[in-house]
């Protein structure tokens, strides 16, 4: 975004006031807030409004695919660290079909993509998107393929090959899916992005390095395709990182348009290893070969720790948990739904081998001490939640062991709730020895 | 018409270490690992001079009480013997360094005395050549008295012991400093905390190249990304010229493979035995994208596929 004096200069310095401010300098402090629209200008020129237009765009473009299928965004990162703010779009996990698979497995990789589906710590997280790759080299395969994709699993469609007849019809089968499609390099352009532009299908380019890459996407850019997808170099992890970085940093460091857009990184034989570097480092769409759902999972727990909002925890959900196999009577204890509190406490009682019931109360995320504080972890709010989840009941618990922390609030709890309260450990990993030692 | 990209101009860089001292060193070691002297991002070799590659080691435990079956399965019955453990690190695995953790000596568990845990730390350096960092009970009290005869028994070896943390780091810092040993610092996840340990041993009279910090390491899915983000800070805040921060970072990723849903048993999740290799692969290597110095695993697999992915990202094929 430009400054508010760099705005100034390109607008006619008239002073009329049409805008309803007395100045256009002032009406430029509007614009650069981006209080007011350009549009309440009468004379500034086309030029201007094109190149202001253009500089006020995000420095990532935001690009959507999916279409019916549920749609995909990636791009508009604004970080290069997400300590600095968070990433906002996660990375994209999609798994490759190759069209010269028999009928038989190709039917069954896409069914198994749609079955890439989990819960974890109350979210929903998946594998995205099926790549329909055209490794056959004519169109009738991928054609195929895509009606197998369109009938079997109902994913967002990524079509890769590297000729546009050939991929062509595959796309316009996907058409209600908006598919992303590719990939377009030097030799092929004008085929892709006649393609992309009839389709209206965004366009995934590839060039060995960022230089060549950027000079393509300002040229597909010329050409009438805005949503554009950057794929540098295949050679090794340390080249994808380094250009990975440097696309970021040139978008959002150096408000180079023609690298504002996002990635995708395609697995070279080891999905584990290009995924693992892809997540946390600036890879905005994966693709990978092997569905295995013992490294499925994994990828997607670490996409979901990376995108977590550094400023709101991870929480867990509000209820008693069971930790081992408990009975009736067995032990309970209270902590509060920050995620790491809540798996450091969980853990170490798994550690003492007592089976035990843990009760999480809902402090927004915060952890022991800093909720007591901040009067979100009160006895007051705990007898409520033990009232409301029957735990007395349910649990037959006539006793409940607290965070020692929080010993402050045994006595009001123990009244609130005529429950016998007990004071436990500082520090979790008090826990095991407190649990062994506990009188039955 | 080539790209200007920006670079990132650090002032900083991080202290030269060594661990473990060869016999040119007065030790006994097979080599010394260069630790430090990092000057920029990790693997940012478009902007700052390739420093030494992360380095991985594997741990030993004294005591199997507190191990995961799942794990023992894996692990197979070297683990039943510390030594052969040790010997299994170097020879058949042939991990960077080894870290010992003498969780024996936990008064409330085996409460096995200092002096049969620093004799095995002398077995262990005995019957291996590898560096050697070693770990006490994690009780204070305790752990005093024990790391005073584990850095005696490691004399001379550059062997660095820990956890130092606010309430214990001077008896720690001092059986370092009086055999020529260094220091693991701990800190809670917490930037500031990570500075203040270091500026407390510095005072004690440690000097930097004597100290490595562990920010500890969270799981993958148990709050990986507050270690990452961490790191990330730790690193950065270096390279900018934070005194405090310039020391290596090492990582104690085994939390990895023990992670619950590393070795949750649901077979909806996929054959464990990968599952969790995959589970302690992913919390190292995503710490070694941060800036982690150090890791340490425990599964020989998880170790192979570190030494691909470091390979790959030192622009290997």
């Known amino acids: ?440 | 018409m080539s790209l200007e990209v920006p670079k990132e101009k650090f002032t900083g860089k991080t202290a030269q270490t060594k661990l473990g001292a060869t016999p040119e060193m007065k030790g006994t070691r097979s080599k010394s690992l260069s630790i430090g002297n990092v000057a920029g991002l990790p693997f940012h070799t478009f902007e700052a001079a390739a420093s030494v590659p992360p380095y991985i080691g594997m741990d030993v435990l004294d005591t199997l009480r507190g191990m995961d079956d799942q794990v023992k399965k894996m692990m197979g019955s070297v683990v039943n013997d510390p030594v052969a453990w040790a010997k299994a690190i170097e020879h058949e695995w042939k991990a960077d360094f080894i870290t010992l953790k003498l969780l024996s000596a936990n008064p409330e568990e085996e409460n096995r005395s200092p002096q049969e845990c620093a004799s095995l730390v002398k077995e262990v350096l005995k019957a291996t050549k590898l560096p050697l960092i070693v770990y006490g009970s994690g009780n204070f009290e305790t752990d005093a008295k024990l790391m005073e005869e584990v850095s005696t028994a490691g004399k001379g070896e550059r062997i660095f012991i820990g956890l130092a943390e606010e309430d214990n780091y001077k008896s720690l810092a001092a059986a370092a400093m009086a055999n020529g040993n260094g220091v693991v610092g701990f800190s809670n996840l917490d930037i500031n905390l990570a500075k203040q340990i270091s500026i407390l041993l510095m005072d004690f009279g440690v000097r930097k190249e004597d100290i490595l910090v562990d920010p500890l390491q969270a799981a993958l899915g148990v709050g990986l990304e507050y270690t990452y983000s961490v790191i990330e800070r730790l690193r950065q805040g270096a390279l900018r010229g934070d005194n405090a921060l310039q020391v290596s970072i090492i990582c104690d990723c085994t939390v990895g493979l023990n992670a619950r849903e590393a070795l949750d048993p649901n077979p909806k999740l996929g054959d464990i035995s990968k599952r969790a290799v995959n589970w302690e692969f992913i919390t190292a290597n995503t710490s070694i994208l941060a800036g982690a110095d150090l890791v340490v695993v425990r599964h020989p697999e998880s170790l192979n596929l570190l030494r691909k992915s470091i390979h790959s990202l030192q622009g290997g094929a």
């Open chain 1, 1 to 440: 975004m430009p400054t508010a004096m760099e705005i100034y200069k390109m607008l006619p310095k008239k002073n009329c006031g049409e805008c309803k401010f007395p100045t256009c300098l002032a009406f430029a402090m509007q614009l650069a807030n981006k209080k007011v629209a350009l549009a309440d200008c009468p004379y500034v020129d086309e030029a201007v409004k094109a190149t202001l237009a253009d500089s006020s765009a995000p420095p990532i473009r935001l690009v959507k695919f999916g279409g019916n299928a549920g749609e995909l965004a990636v791009g508009d990162e604004t970080e290069m660290f997400r300590h600095d703010k968070k990433f906002f779009h996660q990375t994209i996990l999609s798994l490759r079909v190759k069209d010269t698979a028999s009928e038989a497995d190709q039917k069954k990789a896409v069914e198994h993509a749609a079955s890439l589906s989990f819960e974890r710590v109350g979210q929903k997280m998946k594998l995205d998107a099926v790549v329909l790759h055209n490794a056959s080299g004519q169109s009738a395969p991928l054609e195929a393929l895509a009606k197998h994709a369109m009938a079997g699993c109902n994913l967002p469609v990524i079509i890769l090959g590297d000729k546009a007849e050939h991929i062509g019809p595959a796309a316009k089968i996907c058409k209600d899916r908006k598919p992303l499609i590719g990939i377009a390099n030097k030799h092929n352009l004008d085929a892709m992005v006649a393609l992309a532009k009839e389709t209206g299908s965004p366009l995934v380019i590839h060039a060995e390095n960022v230089e060549e890459l950027s000079k393509l996407a300002a040229t597909v850019k010329e050409k009438g395709v805005q949503d554009i997808v950057l794929e540098s170099t295949r050679t090794n992890l340390g080249h994808q990182l380094v250009d990975l970085t440097i696309i970021r940093r040139m978008a959002i460091k150096a408000s180079h348009r023609a690298l504002g857009y996002p990635t995708l990184v395609q697995s070279q034989g080891h999905d584990l290893l290009t995924a693992s570097l892809a997540i946390p480092k600036y890879g905005s769409i994966v693709v990978l070969d092997d569905g295995d759902v013992s490294l499925i999972y994994p990828l997607l727990a670490l996409r979901q720790n990376i995108f977590t909002d550094p400023q709101v925890p991870l929480q867990v959900e509000e209820k008693v948990y069971p930790v081992g196999t408990p009975k009736e009577g067995s032990p309970l204890l209270l902590t509060t739904n920050f995620s790491l509190t809540y798996f450091t406490v969980a853990g170490d009682i798994e550690k003492s081998g007592v089976p035990s019931w843990l009760l999480v109360a809902n402090t927004e995320g915060l952890s022991v001490m800093t909720a007591f504080a901040a009067g979100k972890f009160t006895p007051e709010g705990v007898a409520k939640l033990i009232e409301k989840l029957q735990v007395k009941q349910k649990n037959n618990s006539t006793s409940i062991i607290i965070p020692g922390m929080v010993s402050r609030m045994s006595g009001k709890l123990e009244e609130l709730t005529g429950m016998k309260v007990i004071v436990g450990p500082r520090e979790s990993e008090g826990l095991p020895k407190f649990l062994k030692n506990l009188p039955k």
